[in-house]
Nanobody, 116 residues
Framework: QVQLVESGGGLVQPGGSLRLSCVVSGLSFRSATMHWYRQVPGKERELVAFISGAGSSTYYVDSVKGRFSISRDNTKNTVYLQMNLLKPEDTAVYYC?????????WGQGTQVTVSS
């Protein structure tokens, strides 16, 4: 059974930082392209970043470039999202997704709130 468990969300002031983690089990982690999405109530889920299996390729949505960094540790089956210079508009539930061959697997999400 594939499981993705996110952690690291919370309340942070504007300009602050958080690091999200997503631990994956039940698949060959190195073969999965890992994604971070976010969703605000009433809006579609938005792709934030993804990283290839070996970590050699990354993508960021324009709104987070220069502030967020995605990385992975294939020895720990974990993907990270380092979020710096957080803004109130980054407030959302953040989800990790594993794209594994023709299947997508999702975590349960972790809330990030940026507010003073």
């Amino acid at each position: 059974q594939v499981q993705l468990v996110e952690s690291g969300g919370g309340l942070v002031q504007p300009g602050g930082s958080l690091r999200l983690s997503c631990v994956v089990s039940g698949l060959s982690f190195r073969s999965a392209t890992m994604h971070w999405y976010r969703q605000v109530p009433g809006k579609e889920r938005e792709l934030v970043a993804f990283i290839s299996g070996a970590g050699s390729s990354t993508y960021y949505v324009d709104s987070v470039k220069g502030r967020f960094s995605i990385s992975r540790d294939n020895t720990k089956n974990t993907v990270y999202l380092q979020m710096n210079l957080l803004k109130p508009e980054d407030t959302a539930v953040y989800y990790c997704k594993a794209a594994y061959f023709r299947y997508d697997y999702w975590g349960q999400g972790t809330q990030v709130t940026v507010s003073s």
